[in-house]
C-alpha cells in the first residue's frame, strides 16, 4: 500500500534578524519524498546562504541517486569558506521516505532526528563514518503510518538557555515533550507549530539562534470527497451523486440544494440535526452513508476561517478545531485531521441569495470559497483537486 | 468583624500580688473544670443554641463551686464552656478534660482496670493545668479595664475577688502595665475611640503574666478594586503573586520573600506584605483554598517552602487583615492552577516540566511554573465570570424544549432555526420580570444574562 507523506516545516529567526541562518528543501518525487534541514554556519546572510547551498545541493544530489560521499564532497568545495573561521560548513539533516514507509536518515552535526510511534521515540542505532573529515551518521528503518519522523536544527536544542533554562532545552528534554504533547490525531503541521511555539516561548520571543522544525507524517491515504453545490446542468446530478456515493474515502456534502438532491438520488432520507446550536454557523444534516452534510456558503466561509486561523498557528486555533461541532468546525476538522487530500467536486449553479451586486459577476462567491480553502489545504500538505461541473 | 489580639505584659507584679493572680488563675481553671465534669450529666445529645446552653448554667449550677469564690468570673465562666463545648461538639471526640486533680491521677492508679501509657500521660499533663483566665467584657466596674495615671502610666483593673474575700474591700486589684511602642499604638486607639476593647485573658508564662485583649477595629469601606492579585505558595520563594486588570492582562508578577525571620512573624511579614502589595495595586486579593483542595504543587524531589499549613495560616492572617485594609478577598480552589495553560487553558499534568517549569503540550506557551499558578489565580474570578451558563433544550416533532435550571425557567419556542434567539428574548423578559425575586445566587445568573450579547453566554446542551 502506497502511504501518504504528510510534511510541513517553520522557521523562527534569530532575534533581530532578517534570514534565517537554516533552510528545509521538501521534494516529492513520483512516490518518493525527499526531506533535507541544512544549518548554516552563524546567523544572517551568511548563514542563510551557507543553508540555502547545502539544501538545495543534498536534494538535488541525493534524489538524483548520488552517494553521500559525493554530496559531501561537492559541499566542500562549493560553499563559500567563512572569512573569520577559515571554513566552509553547514550542518545538515537528510530523511528519504519512500512510498511503502522505508526511510534513509543521514545526519551530520544536527540533532537527533526523532522518529516517534504510537507516542514513544524510538531509539535508532546509527552507523557513524567519516566523509573528508566529516562524521556522518546514517540510519535506516521502515515508518508505519501514524509515525512521525521529526529533525530539527540546534536552536531547538539550545531554546531557553540563560534565559528560563539554564542549560537550554537539551534533546532528551526536547524528545520528553513531544512524547508527552503527542496526539495521534495531531498533524504534521500542528507537531511543527507545537514545537517552534514551545521554543519561542522558551526563548521569551527573542531566539538566541534561528530554530527550524521539519516533521513528516506517515499517514494512509484518505481522500475527502467534497460536493459543494448543485451542478450548472440537472443531467449531471446523478452521475455526481453516484460518484460520491461510490467513493473510497470521506464523503461531504456542503449546501441546502445538495443535500436534498444526494437525498433524492440516493434515495436516503435527509435529517437536519440540531444537537448543537450555533448563532454563526447554519445546522448540520445527516444522510446515511455521507460522512459529513452542511449548508454551502455560510459553513464554507467559516471553515475557511477556521483553517486561516489554524495555519497561522493562532492560540486557541485547537479549541476551535476539536472542541467544537457545528458544521464549520467539523468540515475543517475533517479537511486537516481525518483527511490526507481533498477532491472538489464544484457544482456552478447560482444561487442568487449569495451573489454580492458590487462584485463582478465572475466573483461567484461561492467558488471563490472553495478555491481560497483549497489553497489553504494545499500550504498545509494536502493534495487537492478540483472539478467544476 | 476584624479583631486584633493585643498581648500586654503586667509590670513586675509584687510577690504578694503574684499570689493573688496565681491564686485566681488556679480558682477558675479549678472552677471550670468541675463545671465541665457537672455540665455533662445535663447536656442534650446535639449541641444546643447557645441561649439554651447558657440557660443550662443557671444559679443552681454554679452552686458545686460556691466554695471557690468565682463569683466574679461566673459570665466568662459560661461563655469558657459554651466555647469549648462547641468545639467538643463540631469535632465529636471524646469529653474534654482540662485539668486533674490528686483524686484523679489516684483514682487512675488505684482502679482495677489496666491503663494505658498515654492515658497515664495526658493525665500527668493535665494534673494542676492552669487554663487561662478570661474576662468576658471592658468595665470599670465589673471584669477589667484599663486606665491610664497622670503620669500616662497605664494599668489594668482586674476583678478577682467576691465580696467575702474582698482585699481592703475591694474586689479589684490594680496592676501596672508594660506598653511599649506596639502596645501604646492599640491604647491610643483605644483613648480616641478608633477600637474597642472586648474580652481579655490573663496567662502565665513562666513568671511572668501577660493581659491577651482583644481589640474591635471597625471594618474600612471596601476600596474600588481595578486589579486582581493571586497569591500562590512558591518554590523558589516563599510565595509567588501576579495581578491582573479585569480584562485579563497580567501587569506584573514577582515573589514574596521574608528572610531571617521564623515561625507567625514570618508568616505576619508575608501577610504584610501581601496586603501591601494588594493596596498598591487596588486590587482585589485572591488566595488558594486548600483546606478542601490540593494545589498539587509539591512532588518527588521538591522542596516547597511554604506548607499547606503554613499557608492557611498565612491565608488566615490575610483575610482579616485584608478587611482591616478594606481590601476585598476571595478563596478559590486550587486545583489544577499550576497545570492549567495561561494562554489556551489546556489543563495536563504533563505540562509540568523539569520540576519548576511549565511548557504546555498543546500551544507551546512556557514559563516559570510559580508564574503559571499565580496567573492562573489573579485570573480565577474572570474566568469565573466568563464562563457560559449551561441551558438544556429538548428537540419534540414541532417545538424545542429549553430550560435553564438555575433560574428554574423552562419555556417551549416553535421549532425553527431561530428558536434560540426566540429563547434568549424570552428569557431576558423574564429576568427583567422576575429579577427582584431571585436569590443571591440566581441574580449573579439573572445580571450575566442580561448583558449585552445574552447568546455568547449560554452554552446550549441537548438532552437526547
Request: overall charge positive; hydrophobic content about 40%; aromatic content about 10%.
Amino acid at each position: 500500500m502506497n502511504l501518504y507523506i504528510e510534511t510541513s516545516w517553520g522557521s523562527v529567526n534569530k532575534y533581530g534578524e532578517e534570514l534565517c541562518g537554516d533552510k528545509v528543501e521538501i521534494l516529492k518525487k513520483g512516490e518518493d519524498t525527499f526531506i533535507v534541514l541544512a544549518d548554516g554556519l552563524g546567523s544572517g546572510v551568511k548563514a542563510n546562504i551557507l543553508a540555502s547551498l547545502t539544501s538545495k545541493i543534498a536534494i538535488t544530489m541525493l534524489s538524483e541517486g548520488a552517494g553521500v560521499q559525493d554530496v559531501i564532497e561537492t559541499m566542500a568545495s562549493t560553499l563559500p569558506v567563512c572569512k573569520e573561521r577559515q571554513i566552509a560548513y553547514s550542518t545538515f539533516s537528510f530523511i528519504h521516505i519512500k512510498h511503502n514507509g522505508e526511510t534513509h536518515l543521514v545526519e551530520f552535526d544536527n540533532p537527533d532526528t526523532v522518529i516517534l510511534r504510537d507516542g514513544k521515540a524510538l531509539f535508532l542505532p546509527r552507523e557513524e563514518y567519516v566523509v573528508s573529515g566529516k562524521k556522518i551518521r546514517e540510519t535506516h528503518i521502515t515508518l508505519k503510518p501514524n509515525d512521525f519522523c521529526i529533525t530539527f536544527s540546534d536552536g531547538v536544542v539550545h531554546a531557553g538557555v540563560g534565559k528560563l533554562l539554564n542549560l537550554g532545552w537539551e534533546h532528551k528534554n526536547v524528545v520528553e515533550y513531544i512524547e508527552k504533547s503527542y496526539r495521534k490525531e495531531s498533524t504534521a503541521f500542528y507537531v511543527q507549530n507545537l514545537l517552534l511555539q514551545a521554543c519561542k516561548s522558551l526563548y521569551m520571543d527573542a531566539p538566541g539562534d534561528d530554530t527550524t522544525v521539519a516533521v513528516c507524517k506517515i499517514r494512509t491515504p484518505d481522500i475527502a470527497y467534497v460536493m459543494v453545490g448543485p451542478p450548472l446542468s440537472a443531467e449531471d446530478d446523478e452521475k455526481i451523486v453516484n460518484a460520491l456515493i461510490n467513493f473510497n474515502g470521506t464523503k461531504i456534502v456542503c449546501g441546502g440544494t445538495t443535500s436534498q438532491i444526494v437525498s433524492r438520488i440516493s434515495k436516503r432520507e435527509l435529517q437536519i440535526m440540531l444537537n448543537y446550536i450555533s448563532p454563526d454557523v447554519p445546522p448540520i444534516g445527516r444522510i446515511e452513508g455521507i460522512d459529513l452534510v452542511t449548508e454551502g456558503v455560510i459553513t464554507l466561509g467559516k471553515c475557511y476561517d477556521i483553517l486561516k486561523r489554524y495555519e497561522s498557528g493562532s492560540i486557541g486555533r485547537d479549541n476551535m478545531l476539536n472542541s467544537k461541532k457545528d458544521g464549520a468546525s467539523q468540515l475543517a476538522q475533517m479537511l486537516i485531521n481525518k483527511c490526507t487530500g481533498a477532491k472538489f467536486v464544484v457544482g456552478r449553479a447560482i444561487n442568487p441569495a449569495h451573489q454580492n451586486p458590487d462584485l463582478p459577476i465572475s466573483l461567484n462567491l461561492k467558488l471563490r470559497l472553495v478555491s481560497d480553502i483549497a489553497e489553504c489545504l494545499k500550504r498545509l500538505g494536502k493534495t487537492v483537486e478540483i472539478e467544476f461541473y | 468583624m476584624p479583631y486584633k489580639t493585643m498581648q500586654i505584659k503586667l509590670l513586675n507584679p509584687s510577690k504578694s500580688k503574684r499570689d493573688l493572680l496565681e491564686d485566681a488563675i488556679d480558682r477558675y481553671s479549678t472552677a471550670f473544670e468541675i463545671l465541665l465534669r457537672e455540665i455533662k450529666s445535663i447536656l442534650p445529645a446535639v449541641l444546643p443554641p447557645k441561649t439554651e446552653l447558657l440557660k443550662l448554667m443557671d444559679k443552681n449550677f454554679f452552686k458545686c463551686v460556691s466554695n471557690l469564690g468565682v463569683e466574679p468570673f461566673k459570665d466568662a465562666l459560661k461563655i469558657d464552656l459554651a466555647r469549648l463545648l462547641a468545639v467538643y461538639f463540631s469535632k465529636k471526640s471524646s469529653y474534654p478534660v482540662t485539668r486533674t486533680f490528686d483524686e484523679d491521677i489516684m483514682a487512675l492508679l488505684d482502679g482495677e482496670e489496666k491503663i494505658s501509657k498515654p492515658k497515664l500521660d495526658a493525665a500527668f499533663e493535665k494534673y494542676q493545668k492552669k487554663r487561662p483566665l478570661l474576662f468576658c467584657r471592658f468595665d470599670e466596674k465589673r471584669d477589667y479595664s484599663i486606665f491610664q495615671s497622670e503620669k500616662g502610666t497605664y494599668f489594668a483593673k482586674l476583678y478577682l475577688f467576691n465580696r467575702k474575700n474582698a482585699q481592703n474591700s475591694k474586689r479589684y486589684a490594680v496592676f501596672p502595665l508594660d506598653a511599649a511602642e506596639w502596645q501604646q499604638k492599640f491604647l491610643n486607639d483605644m483613648k480616641s475611640g478608633i477600637c474597642t476593647p472586648k474580652s481579655a485573658e490573663l496567662i502565665q508564662k513562666k513568671d511572668e503574666f501577660y493581659l491577651n485583649i482583644r481589640f474591635w477595629y471597625p471594618a474600612l469601606p471596601k476600596h474600588h478594586f481595578s486589579a486582581y492579585i493571586g497569591i500562590v505558595r512558591g518554590i523558589n520563594s516563599d510565595l509567588y503573586y501576579a495581578v491582573s486588570l479585569k480584562s485579563g492582562e497580567i501587569i506584573s508578577t514577582g515573589s514574596i520573600n521574608v528572610n531571617n525571620i521564623y515561625g507567625l512573624n514570618k508568616f505576619h511579614s508575608l501577610s504584610n506584605e501581601i496586603i501591601r502589595l494588594a493596596k498598591e495595586n487596588k486590587a482585589y486579593i485572591i488566595m488558594e483554598n486548600l483546606s478542601t483542595s490540593n494545589d498539587n504543587l509539591k512532588m518527588k524531589g521538591l522542596k516547597v517552602p511554604l506548607s499547606v499549613g503554613d499557608y492557611n495560616k498565612i491565608a488566615f492572617l490575610v483575610s482579616y487583615k485584608a478587611e482591616l485594609a478594606g481590601l476585598e478577598i476571595a478563596f478559590v480552589s486550587a486545583n489544577s492552577i499550576f497545570y492549567r495553560c495561561t494562554r489556551c487553558g489546556n489543563f495536563k499534568r504533563a505540562n509540568r516540566f523539569l520540576k519548576d517549569k511549565f511548557i504546555c503540550t498543546m500551544c507551546g506557551h512556557s514559563d516559570n511554573l510559580e508564574e503559571i499558578g499565580s496567573s492562573n489565580l489573579a485570573k480565577t474570578l474572570i474566568t469565573y465570570k466568563n464562563n457560559k451558563i449551561p441551558v438544556y433544550y429538548k428537540a419534540e416533532e414541532n417545538s424545542i424544549v429549553f430550560r435553564l435550571d438555575i433560574l428554574d425557567y423552562e419555556v417551549v419556542c416553535a421549532k425553527s432555526l431561530s428558536a434560540a434567539n426566540e429563547f434568549c428574548e424570552r428569557l431576558k423578559n423574564h429576568i427583567a420580570l422576575n429579577i427582584n425575586n431571585f436569590s443571591k445566587h440566581q441574580q449573579f445568573t439573572a445580571k450575566k444574562l442580561l448583558g449585552e450579547n445574552a447568546f455568547s453566554k449560554i452554552n446550549f446542551i441537548e438532552i437526547k
